[in-house]
């Protein structure tokens, strides 16, 4: 499965954006999809997930309520909306897919390239 991310940008503090990962080479409905993020220096942390039908969704407390993952299996296309953005939300963003697919970055096995979310103050 090949992942690619789009969507990132530069945005100021209170707006918007939203991320988009195109899956292809593989069954894209087998799969649970998450998002993680990596700041400068920091560890991958996990962001959001949602299982193969899209029926469950599972958000880090630090982006509750602000963000939302969706995804299409039509379109083999997994989002995440972001509202609210703060500067402490700056980091690359990457999608990954998995049989697994829960808050754990190893449960994960194929990766997109990551797309850099830079938020003003």
């Known amino acids: 499965v090949q992942l690619q991310a789009s969507g990132g940008g530069l945005v100021q503090a209170g707006g918007s954006l939203r991320l988009s990962c195109a899956a292809s080479?593989?069954?894209?409905?087998?799969?649970?999809m998450g998002w993680f993020r990596q700041a400068p220096g920091k560890e991958h942390e996990f962001v959001a997930a949602?299982?193969?039908?899209?029926?469950?969704?599972d958000y880090a407390d630090s982006v509750k309520g602000r963000f939302t993952i969706s995804r299409d299996n039509a379109e083999n296309t997994v989002y995440l909306g972001m509202n609210s953005l703060k500067p402490e939300d700056t980091a690359v963003y990457s999608c990954?897919?998995?049989?697994?697919?829960?808050?754990?970055?190893?449960?994960?096995?194929?990766w997109g390239q990551g797309t850099l979310v830079t938020v003003s103050s």
């Open positions: 949602i299982n193969w039908s899209g029926t469950s969704t």
């Open positions: 990954a897919a998995g049989l697994g697919g829960n808050r754990l970055y190893t449960s994960y096995s194929y």
């Open positions: 080479g593989g069954i894209f409905s087998n799969y649970h």
